[in-house]
């Protein structure tokens, strides 16, 4: 039996816009490559030619020219594209192959009616939103601060604020007070954007004294904008300005204000869960030029698309699936609940959308294999060629589930990478065929690596995941770190001049990746080193368990310490004695006896972020004595309150239930 689930067309190299690329280094550089591992090898390599011929393939628009491609290779501190002046807001809005009447944004959502614009409608919202931007005061390098939904406004507000040279920052509304206020007095806006609530599902959610306290707490506020979005006969709160306002007819022509290469397009945040989130930040000309590669070359997305992730914009993929346009994609916005009225509310959305490639999580998928799903028996797919898959690992039964239930000749495409790099940097390509529970690539012009604990590189074996040469979206730095100090000890202290991302990756032979979680949040008895995500696919794969979070408690002695899992039931179940000998049955046979729990217990919810990432370091800080408030800041938290449960058990855990 084949784990092979998808093989490329016999034409991908006509059909495909990596094809495309490949004609034209041929064609431009008397470059030819034999497959795509030569193809990433040279890319990798010769970064000054890599990066430069994406830079003139997709003829991005710039002011400047650079005098050269990469004037310093080192990390941290590369120098990409010095002396070049650009604007990201103008690369987008070129929007390559679509007419001025086509659909280039397609929002829906649980709040309001859809709304779409044309080419021309989100040039004109954008060309409008920036003289208001402009009239308020905003000029190059303020902070423009929104706190909204996945809607047109806060892109539309994206795009006006990079014309101007300003800089971006966005909160999901489902932020609490204390998790945006820690986030934005990090970078002290001085006009703040924010919607009155929002629609989850059938519950509406009033927003209004949120937004009141964040004012409050951030004095480096200028102006206020109020988006009537849950409300839309509503008056605007007292000293703030309409968005109707900020968006009002005006004389004033769409200008870009020419920017260098890593001047900040961007602040985005690590989840904060611990400590105050990092604020990190992003420039104009990395930031493009890696979603060019990415969109284009790795999804091979283009005018015939329309472009569809799910995401919120307190996530990196809300910032990449907004870069579509900058390859001719339309993209489609959704606002609310994916679970509304039931899990195929995406599905149904894509058909009606006519979307091609439809971006979700992994826990998302496997939340639809749960429940017995068969999208394509309840929409209509046929438009949909790709399908993407992120923020957590996706386990081989995700794999073949979406073949089975999404469709037969799509590719799925697992890819991962994070905030830090606003990409992902190991993915899946149109020239590689699709192999279950394995990520297909390491994207070009990132040179990935695992490393063994003495720092050794290693290929067929779990390792460190690092990055050994620079990338332009690697952060132009911290903010208010002048020194690089905080930026350097994020990514750089455990092997100087390599970027350590902190998972873990296997690399097999023939390039293909297998990332098992988080590297602080490893699994190690016995010598035995296992990442979290393969543990939770054992268990996670019987119909009793709805979810799961493992710890495991070094023993200061370096004895095997104490293996703890938590799970929580499936509806209508309870866990008994039977239930935790079948999970450690499980267990013992799928992965090893050194994997059998040492307790199991039974809580209500597992902690996630929210962007539904589990946070196993957390828990495990409560469960060794560190008090909830100092283990995790709650704001950054989906649902602060299943910490309780971890707390009450570090108070009074006795080995009730040793599993055997």
């Given at each position: 039996m084949t784990d092979v689930l998808w093989t490329p067309p016999a034409d991908v190299l006509q059909r495909s816009r990596i094809g495309a690329y490949l004609r034209w280094l041929a064609d431009h550089r008397g470059l030819e490559f034999a497959d795509y591992d030569a193809l990433w090898r040279w890319s990798v390599t010769d970064l000054d030619a890599f990066w430069r011929s994406i830079w003139d393939h997709f003829e991005v628009v710039a002011h400047t020219p650079p005098t050269a491609t990469l004037a310093h290779r080192g990390m941290p501190g590369a120098r990409w594209f010095p002396g070049a002046t650009l604007n990201?807001?103008?690369?987008?809005?070129?929007?390559?192959?679509?007419?001025?009447?086509?659909?280039?944004?397609?929002?829906?959502?649980?709040?309001?009616?859809?709304?779409?614009?044309?080419?021309?409608?989100?040039?004109?919202?954008?060309?409008?939103?920036?003289?208001?931007?402009?009239?308020?005061?905003?000029?190059?390098?303020?902070?423009?601060?929104?706190?909204?939904?996945?809607?047109?406004?806060?892109?539309?507000?994206?795009?006006?604020?990079?014309?101007?040279?300003?800089?971006?920052?966005s909160c999901a509304p489902e932020f609490g007070t204390r998790s945006v206020t820690d986030r934005w007095q990090q970078i002290a806006p001085t006009?703040?954007?924010?919607?009155?609530?929002?629609?989850?599902?059938?519950?509406?959610?009033?927003?209004?004294?949120?937004?009141?306290?964040?004012?409050?707490?951030?004095?480096?506020?200028?102006?206020?904008?109020?988006?009537?979005?849950?409300?839309?006969?509503?008056?605007?709160?007292?000293?703030?300005?309409?968005?109707?306002?900020?968006?009002?007819?005006?004389?004033?022509?769409?200008?870009?204000?020419?920017?260098?290469?890593?001047?900040?397009?961007?602040?985005?945040?690590?989840?904060?869960?611990?400590?105050?989130?990092?604020?990190?930040?992003?420039?104009?000309?990395?930031?493009?030029?890696?979603?060019?590669?990415?969109?284009?070359?790795?999804?091979?997305?283009?005018?015939?698309?329309?472009?569809?992730?799910?995401?919120?914009?307190?996530?990196?993929?809300w910032n990449f699936l907004v870069s579509g346009p900058a390859v001719g994609a339309a993209i489609v916005l959704f606002d609310g609940n994916p679970g509304h009225p039931d899990l195929g509310a995406l599905w149904r959305l894509a058909e009606e959308t006519g979307t091609t490639y439809l971006g979700t999580s992994a826990p998302f998928l496997l939340a639809c294999r749960k429940a017995g799903l068969v999208p394509r028996a309840i929409a209509d797919l046929a438009a949909l060629r790709g399908v993407g898959s992120t923020g957590a690992p996706l386990p081989a039964e995700g794999f073949t589930w979406v073949y089975d239930a999404v469709g037969a000749d799509l590719q799925l495409q697992s890819l991962s990478g994070g905030t830090d790099v606003c990409t992902g940097f190991v993915g899946g390509v149109p020239l590689l065929p699709v192999h279950a529970g394995e990520i297909t690539c390491r994207a070009l012009g990132a040179r990935v690596e695992a490393r063994s604990v003495d720092g050794t590189p290693v290929v067929g074996e779990l390792g460190e995941l690092v990055i050994t040469e620079p990338m332009p979206s690697m952060p132009v730095g911290f903010w208010n770190d002048p020194d690089g100090v905080r930026y350097r000890e994020a990514y750089f202290d455990v092997y100087p001049g390599v970027w350590r991302h902190g998972d873990w990756i296997t690399i097999n032979a023939r390039g293909g990746c297998v990332i098992t979680g988080r590297s602080d949040a490893t699994l190690n008895r016995g010598g035995v080193r296992l990442g979290t995500a393969e543990f939770y696919s054992v268990v996670e794969g019987l119909d009793e368990v709805a979810d799961s979070v493992v710890v495991h408690l070094e023993d200061d002695e370096g004895g095997a310490g104490e293996l703890l899992l938590f799970v929580v039931p499936a509806q209508g179940v309870t866990l008994d004695d039977e239930l935790r000998r079948k999970i450690c049955r499980e267990l013992r046979t799928a992965l090893s006896p050194r994997h059998v729990p040492d307790e199991i217990h039974q809580v209500r919810a597992v902690p996630r972020t929210l962007s539904a990432k589990k946070l196993e370091v957390p828990v495990k800080k409560i469960l060794t004595g560190t008090p909830v408030d100092q283990a995790a800041a709650k704001g950054a938290l989906a649902n602060p309150e299943s910490l309780t449960a971890f707390a009450a058990l570090a108070e009074h855990r006795t080995p009730d239930h040793p599993a055997t």
């Open positions: 990201y807001a103008e690369n987008v809005l070129r929007m390559p192959g679509r007419a001025d009447d086509d659909q280039v944004v397609i929002a829906h959502g649980q709040t309001r009616a859809p709304v779409t614009l044309t080419a021309a409608q989100l040039r004109e919202q954008v060309r409008r939103v920036a003289a208001g931007l402009h009239r308020l005061g905003v000029t190059t390098g303020d902070r423009v601060a929104v706190y909204a939904p996945n809607i047109p406004e806060t892109y539309v507000l994206l795009l006006a604020t990079a014309s101007l040279g300003a800089v971006f920052s006009v703040l954007v924010a919607v009155d609530g929002y629609r989850y599902g059938d519950k509406p959610v009033d927003r209004r004294a949120e937004v009141s306290a964040i004012r409050a707490a951030l004095p480096s506020l200028r102006h206020t904008v109020s988006i009537p979005y849950l409300d839309p006969d509503g008056p605007a709160p007292a000293g703030t300005l309409a968005w109707a306002e900020l968006a009002a007819r005006t004389d004033e022509p769409l200008t870009f204000t020419p920017v260098p290469f890593d001047h900040p397009l961007y602040v985005l945040y690590s989840s904060g869960t611990t400590g105050l989130p990092k604020p990190i930040v992003h420039g104009h000309g990395g930031i493009l030029l890696e979603h060019l590669k990415m969109l284009a070359l790795h999804h091979d997305l283009g005018p015939a698309d329309r472009f569809f992730w799910f995401t919120t914009t307190g996530w990196m993929m």
